[in-house]
């Protein structure tokens, strides 16, 4: 029988941003920079939508990245100043590294 390795995801929350958060370029670019710090090789751009809503609260960004190892995504609430970013991989990498570039990117509160 084979061994399978299911690989590594992380999830962060991040609150009180001081970053653009609804902003369809900076998104995708942060994505891309995340991508970069912990040595993943993209396939493709970022796809990115901004979701619009009647709601305030409810608008925000998505972005996702494709990689090699698998995906990155984040998701914005510029309305709570909030993202969440999903990094998925077979690759391991540093929980560490990503908190301590989210915190000085977006200068988010833990």
């Known amino acids: 029988m084979e061994q399978y390795r299911a690989g590594k995801m992380v999830k962060f929350i991040c609150s009180n941003c001081d970053y653009p ?3 369809i370029f ?5 994505i891309c920079l995340i991508c970069g710090e912990i040595e993943m090789t993209p396939v493709s751009v970022p796809h990115t939508h901004r979701v619009d809503d009647v709601e ?3 608008i925000g960004i998505s972005s996702v990245l494709v990689i090699k190892e698998s995906h990155i995504a984040i998701h914005t609430w510029p309305y709570y100043q909030a993202a969440r970013i999903v990094i ?11 908190l ?3 915190q000085e990117k977006l200068k988010h509160k833990i």
């Open 88 to 98: 998925d991989s077979c690759k391991d990498f540093s929980d560490q590294t990503i």
């Open 26 to 30: 900076y998104v995708p670019d942060l």
């Open 21 to 23: 958060l609804n902003d």
């Open 100 to 102: 301590t570039f989210l």
């Open 56 to 58: 305030a609260e409810n």
